[in-house]
């Protein structure tokens, strides 16, 4: 039983010997800060969409606008709607105290303008700003190191919050729920200075592109 003991011991030793410079030269102590735009389509009409994936949500803005304004045009009378999507911006930062890993958050936001606009003349009778604050925490995993390029991939989860707006209120209503964001595959391009690519999908669309720096 002691020599048991004696040997178990032995490669306890020997294992922490051994991983002790190995974990010292995976030991980084980086700070990322970043910048990004994303594609906002299908942040919008995806899972993370408007309405798309909400219709009680969906029926609340309408019951709401009906009652502040004409939502609809009157009957015989015809319209048309014009809509802008402004893309995501993203700030983020990242702490990498390893070699392969980064942990940090990010807050994004992406908004689209709506205007409901008479055929006739062209005149707007109404119109509508849909604004999303997206706060989320998030973790990533660094898998590749060559030179000047890195290769990683990650994933975010917090909190949406949505503002509806219109011209004659500053506050139409606002609304939370939980959003993410799946990196499957990020490029860094770049030493202190550096610029990234993003492909996944969430509230960043499926892809994003930023610059970033690191000390």
Known sequence: MLQSYKILLS???IIFLFAKPVASQNLVDKHHFEFSIGEPLSSVWGFNGMFVDNMKEYTAFEQWAGKSRPYTLPSGVNGYEDEWIIPTFSLSYYYQPLKWLEVGGEVSTMSMCMTENYLSNEETYAYYLHTNLY????VRFDYFHKKITDLYSGFTLGA????HTTESAPLLMTTARLTWQITALGVRFGKK???N????YGYKGLISAGIGCRF
Do not use: D, K, M
């Open 11 to 13: 490669l306890v030793v």
């Open 135 to 138: 706060i989320a925490a998030g």
């Open 160 to 163: 949406n919050v949505r503002f």
């Open 193 to 195: 200075v550096y610029g």
């Open 197 to 200: 690519v993003e492909i996944g």
